[in-house]
């Protein structure tokens, strides 16, 4: 059979069928009726948790252990004064330094963002229950 009695013949088969409709693949229905999404859950206090331990833990020692680097590395640097090693020991340290810095400005950017988001949902909760006082009185028949 050639391509076009070949096509003719699915042409026809078309045209006698039913008319073509557009179908959409897609997901089976949430059961939860949610869309699919997970529910937004936050715990506040958690949030202030893992601050604080941003802010007393993590923070101190990192600070504590790029200081710690400080007095070897300088003692290497002169050690090896007027060779090669010496350049590259000061070039190391200055980069260390650098990624020390970037790091406690991410701790402090987290720490921040924590303390943000516990803030903003509390208040958010706080916002959304008072609007329904008005609601809550008429409830009880003030």
């Not at 406690?104 to 950017?109: A, E, I, T, V, Y």
Request: hydrophobic share 35%.
């Amino acid at each position: 059979m050639s391509f076009e009695q070949e096509w003719a013949r699915q042409k026809q088969a078309a045209a006698a069928g039913p008319s073509p409709q557009m179908r959409l693949n897609q997901l089976a229905a949430d059961p939860g009726g949610g869309g699919g999404y997970g529910v937004l859950a936050t715990a506040p206090p958690e949030k202030k948790k893992a601050a604080n331990t941003i802010e007393n833990v993590l923070q101190p020692g990192t600070k504590k252990a790029a200081d710690a680097a400080d007095e070897p590395t300088q003692g290497a640097v002169k050690a090896f004064h007027g060779w090669e090693t010496a350049v590259g020991l000061a070039k190391a340290h200055t980069h260390w330094d650098d990624q020390v810095k970037r790091l406690m400005g991410r701790l402090d950017s987290e720490k921040t963002a924590l303390r943000g988001a516990s803030n903003l949902f509390t208040g958010n909760d706080q916002l959304t229950g008072s609007s329904f006082q008005p609601v809550q009185s008429k409830v009880d028949g003030v």
